[in-house]
């Protein structure tokens, strides 16, 4: 009777021989298949904050791995676990991704002893992304806090390599203090080579400050908006984009042309652990990025 | 859809045939409770005596051979500073005999989840695919709600269905391997007369359910009586132990963690089934938590069963198997609390 029971061999399906590539949702693949990086080179930002550079080691894996401004992958520290952390770095440098990551427990606590040379496993991309072709034309407000400058440094790069494709660039970017802002090494070069119209303001100022004071939204009263012709990525803490979404809002800026990302614990990136699920919205999949009308919707998402 | 009957005294050859082939999960009686009830478990069976089929329900569903407890879904080994990454698929051909139309439509949800839309599950699919199902029909079980969510009856994910017609099942078959199989012991073609009993078996067991849940718009309930008062009602009794989504077919979530040999040797990441009732379920690092309250994480689950899982696939999440409700210690059941609802949208 056995002999009707043909035995069915996963690895030898046709889908499961190819190349894994994560941008292919719907194809069975080894969807836990890390491609294998070597940090490259670490970049001490803060006490807290790194910015690791790593390179896929395999050069097809490399070539195959794209992504756009906004998505995530799972970095994996074997033996020790999975986090899902923001790409950093521009989506046209093939092969070469950069991460800014902040100690914040277990596997980032691990990755901060990690030395140059180290070996992760990356599995992504995953998760929405900011709709840069859409903005094209229009003027762009990137509005950061804190450790948001981290997945805003993906659309900025996009921005910045296809300037003349957009409209009047601002970066608004708020901290707690100076010694939280995050690469400040780069602000000339956002300023005079991106055209960037740069803005910075810390909540409590040290004696060599000499910037704006105060939270991010007092910001928004500096610059002249255009609400008809705006689109706005706003990267921070949920009270922080609350307060800047609703500000834009009275401005007369759509909540539709408003973008955010959302995190949430995180265990696949795939839609299966359910752990990132806010109601009927998985934060992996149908996130991390949303427009804000959307999260407006999502219950608890605030 | 073809189907067949086939004498019980065949159906033991056939099961006893398979039984020297491959393995068989079935339903099996463990022990008895102290109500007196009987408390059944899916597990491997070596006779065909051991199998209950006229059990009424088993504590924990089998969705365990398709997503199991725990599972590993890769290992890493290290050697010279560097790891290499090996991920091993199970595809054990297994049985499972005995498997109620609540149970199986359970894993055609899970099917949606695991197995299509984005990123299929390989682990699942080699289980899934590996693994033969002889479903059967049976009276309603006490408090089962089945019927309410229409998940009473099933027309596919398994191979052969059957229904008791006292000395014979009728039996439905859905796959070419379960047909193949079921021409290597004697059946013979569905006569009037099968019909007929069929028939009256099926009005029977419709007839037989006691407990009923209102779903008519409880999707937008849910959304409604967001802030409801009931949360925090059912929350305060709430143990946030889990035990629900353990034993619950449909409940699929997990966290996913890793370990080293005790020789530092290799490593393995696994899988562990968890449950949205547990503390820690949405917390985040920096010690924050999404869900911190037992009453939000207890709505949730509601919340994610009978509207979120609608949103996504058009049909509710929960079987109405109440394995939640028998198991809690709390004494929460879906049929509790969502007359609840009902009242307070009412009110
Ligand atoms: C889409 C997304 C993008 C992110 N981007 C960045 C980034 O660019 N830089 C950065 O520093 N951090 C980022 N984070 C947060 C980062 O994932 C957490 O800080 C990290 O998971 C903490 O893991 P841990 O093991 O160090 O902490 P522990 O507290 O020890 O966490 C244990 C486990 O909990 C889970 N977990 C804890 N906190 C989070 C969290 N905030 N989000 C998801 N899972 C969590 C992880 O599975 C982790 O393994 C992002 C999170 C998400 C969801
Ligand atoms: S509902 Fe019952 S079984 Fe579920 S977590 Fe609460 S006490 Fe435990
Ligand atoms: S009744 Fe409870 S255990 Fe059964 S499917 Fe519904 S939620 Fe799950
Ligand atoms: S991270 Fe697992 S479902 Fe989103």
């Keep these: 009777m056995k002999a009707h029971l043909h035995?069915?061999?996963?690895?030898?399906?046709?889908?499961?021989?190819?190349?894994?590539?994560?941008?292919?949702?719907?194809?069975?693949?080894?969807?836990?298949?890390?491609?294998?990086?070597?940090?490259?080179?670490?970049?001490?930002?803060?006490?807290?904050?790194?910015?690791?550079?790593?390179?896929?080691?395999?050069?097809?894996?490399?070539?195959?791995?794209?992504?756009?401004?906004g998505q995530f992958v799972m970095v994996d520290v074997p033996g020790f676990g999975e986090v899902p952390i923001s790409i950093s770095s521009s989506p046209s440098s093939k092969g070469l991704v950069e991460l800014c990551i902040r100690k914040a427990g277990l596997v980032t606590g691990v990755l901060h002893k990690a030395g140059q040379g180290a070996r992760v496993g990356l599995r992504g991309p995953f998760g929405t992304f900011f709709p840069m072709e859409q903005m094209k034309g229009k003027n762009v407000l990137l509005i950061a806090g804190g450790l948001g400058i981290a997945p805003l440094r993906a659309p900025l790069y996009s921005i910045i390599e296809n300037r003349?494709?957009?409209?009047?660039?601002?970066?608004?970017?708020?901290?707690?203090?100076?010694?939280?802002?995050?690469?400040?090494?780069?602000?000339?070069?956002?300023?005079?080579?991106?055209?960037?119209?740069?803005?910075?303001?810390?909540?409590?100022?040290?004696?060599?400050?000499?910037?704006?004071?105060?939270?991010?939204?007092?910001?928004?009263?500096?610059?002249?908006?255009?609400?008809?012709?705006?689109?706005?990525?706003?990267?921070?803490?949920?009270?922080?984009?609350?307060?800047?979404?609703?500000?834009?809002?009275?401005?007369?800026?759509?909540?539709?042309?408003m973008f955010v990302s959302l995190e949430r614990r995180m265990h696949c990136g795939m839609g299966k652990c359910c752990r990132c699920n806010i109601g009927s919205t998985y934060t992996c999949l149908d996130g991390p990025v949303f427009d804000y009308w959307t999260v407006m919707n999502l219950k608890e998402a605030i | 859809m073809l189907f067949r009957v086939i004498t019980k005294e065949a159906f033991r050859k056939f099961v006893n045939t398979l039984l020297s082939e491959i393995e068989i999960i079935a339903p099996r009686k463990v022990a008895t409770d102290y109500t007196g009830r009987s408390i059944y478990h899916y597990l491997p069976v070596d006779r065909f005596e051991d199998v209950a089929l006229d059990y009424d329900t088993t504590r924990f569903s089998a969705k365990t051979y398709f997503t199991p407890f725990k599972e590993n879904l890769a290992s890493?080994?290290?050697?010279?500073?560097?790891?290499?990454?090996?991920?091993?698929?199970?595809?054990?051909?297994?049985?499972?005999?005995?498997?109620?139309?609540?149970?199986?439509?359970?894993?055609?949800?899970?099917?949606?989840?695991?197995?299509?839309?984005?990123?299929?599950?390989?682990?699942?699919?080699?289980?899934?695919?590996?693994?033969?199902?002889?479903?059967?029909?049976?009276?309603p079980c006490a408090g089962g709600f089945c019927r309410s969510l229409g998940t009473d009856t099933v027309t596919h994910g398994f191979d052969l269905f059957l229904t008791d017609l006292g000395d014979r099942y009728f039996v439905a078959i859905d796959s070419d391997r379960g047909f193949s199989m079921l021409q290597e012991v004697e059946n013979t073609e569905v006569t009037e007369?099968?019909?007929?009993?069929?028939?009256?078996?099926?009005?029977?067991?419709?007839?037989?359910?006691?407990?009923?849940?209102?779903?008519?718009?409880?999707?937008?309930?849910?959304?409604?009586?967001?802030?409801?008062?009931?949360?925090?009602?059912?929350?305060?009794?709430?143990?946030?132990?889990?035990?629900?989504?353990?034993?619950?077919?449909?409940?699929?979530?997990?966290?996913?963690?890793?370990?080293?040999?005790?020789?530092?040797?290799?490593?393995?990441?696994?899988?562990?089934?968890?449950?949205?009732?547990?503390?820690?379920?949405?917390?985040?690092?920096?010690?924050?938590?999404?869900?911190?309250?037992?009453?939000?994480?207890?709505?949730?689950?509601?919340?994610?069963?009978?509207?979120?899982?609608?949103?996504?696939?058009?049909?509710?999440?929960?079987?109405?198997?109440?394995?939640?409700?028998?198991?809690?210690?709390?004494?929460?059941s879906p049929p509790e609390v969502i007359a609840d609802l009902h009242m307070e949208e009412k009110a």
């Design chain 1, 7 to 69: 035995h069915f061999d996963i690895t030898r399906e046709e889908s499961m021989l190819l190349p894994v590539e994560f941008h292919r949702k719907t194809r069975l693949q080894h969807v836990d298949k890390a491609f294998k990086a070597e940090i490259t080179r670490i970049v001490p930002l803060t006490d807290m904050e790194r910015l690791y550079q790593l390179r896929i080691l395999d050069p097809g894996e490399r070539e195959r791995f794209t992504f756009f401004p």
């Design chain 2, 193 to 332: 007369d099968d019909r007929v009993e069929y028939s009256a078996v099926r009005r029977r067991i419709a007839k037989g359910f006691t407990t009923h849940v209102e779903t008519h718009n409880l999707p937008n309930i849910l959304d409604i009586e967001f802030e409801s008062p009931v949360w925090a009602k059912w929350g305060a009794k709430c143990l946030s132990c889990g035990t629900c989504a353990m034993v619950c077919p449909t409940c699929y979530c997990y966290g996913v963690s890793q370990e080293f040999s005790m020789d530092f040797a290799s490593a393995r990441k696994n899988k562990q089934l968890y449950s949205c009732n547990l503390y820690d379920f949405a917390r985040v690092a920096g010690d924050h938590n999404f869900r911190a309250r037992t009453s939000t994480r207890l709505k949730y689950r509601y919340y994610h069963q009978h509207r979120g899982f609608v949103e996504t696939y058009n049909e509710p999440m929960c079987v109405g198997c109440n394995r939640c409700g028998n198991a809690c210690l709390a004494g929460i």
């Design chain 1, 164 to 257: 003349p494709d957009y409209n009047t660039v601002h970066l608004l970017y708020g901290a707690r203090d100076q010694s939280q802002m995050l690469f400040g090494y780069q602000y000339e070069q956002w300023r005079r080579v991106g055209d960037v119209k740069l803005h910075l303001i810390v909540e409590t100022p040290d004696p060599c400050w000499t910037g704006e004071v105060g939270r991010i939204t007092a910001l928004l009263e500096k610059i002249r908006i255009d609400p008809d012709e705006t689109y706005a990525i706003v990267c921070g803490p949920p009270v922080m984009f609350k307060f800047v979404c609703n500000r834009l809002s009275e401005l007369g800026l759509p909540m539709h042309r």
């Design chain 2, 76 to 139: 890493y080994s290290f050697q010279n500073g560097d790891w290499t990454q090996s991920i091993r698929y199970r595809g054990v051909t297994r049985l499972i005999l005995g498997l109620h139309a609540c149970d199986i439509n359970a894993l055609l949800k899970l099917d949606k989840v695991m197995a299509r839309g984005p990123f299929p599950s390989p682990h699942y699919i080699a289980r899934r695919k590996n693994t033969l199902i002889i479903g059967i029909d049976h009276d």
